[in-house]
């Protein structure tokens, strides 16, 4: 069964930093996808970061530059630097996992939610001003 596991989440000042980590098990696909979500409440899920097992990367417009999404393919493990975090960033962040069948789709939908099936039980990142 696949688990998906988030941890790092916690209270910082604006322009302060937080590293999340996501811990994937339960799998031996060789080809697939993990990303971060974010989600507060009464608004709409959205994609933050994702990338693929072959190293592409997709960044949210409102992260990029601040944010870094890294991935140890041996561990199956996800990471998410964020750096000058802003009050906006405040919300509760969700690991999520696809597999893919083949290459033909890495690099595509990164950040769409409805295309990952696997995912974590979140992790809260609070940022005061």
């Known amino acids: 069964q696949l688990q998906v596991v988030e941890s790092g989440g916690g209270s910082v000042l604006a322009g302060g930093s937080l590293r999340l980590s996501c811990a994937a098990s339960g799998y031996t696909h060789s080809t697939y996808s993990m990303g971060w979500f974010r989600q507060v409440p009464g608004k709409e899920r959205e994609g933050v970061a994702a990338?693929?097992?072959?190293?592409?990367?997709k960044y949210a417009d409102s992260v990029k530059g601040r944010f870094t999404v890294s991935l140890d393919n041996s561990k199956k493990t996800l990471y998410l630097q964020m750096n000058n975090l802003k009050p906006d960033d405040t919300a509760m962040y969700y690991c999520?996992?696809?597999?893919?069948?083949?290459?033909?789709?890495?690099?595509?939908?990164?950040?769409?939610?409805?295309?990952?099936?696997?995912w974590g039980q979140g992790t809260q990142v609070t940022v005061s001003s």
């Open positions: 999520a996992v696809r597999l893919l069948a083949d290459r033909t789709t890495l690099g595509f939908g990164l950040l769409i939610d409805n295309n990952y099936a696997f």
């Open positions: 990338i693929d097992s072959d190293g592409s990367v």
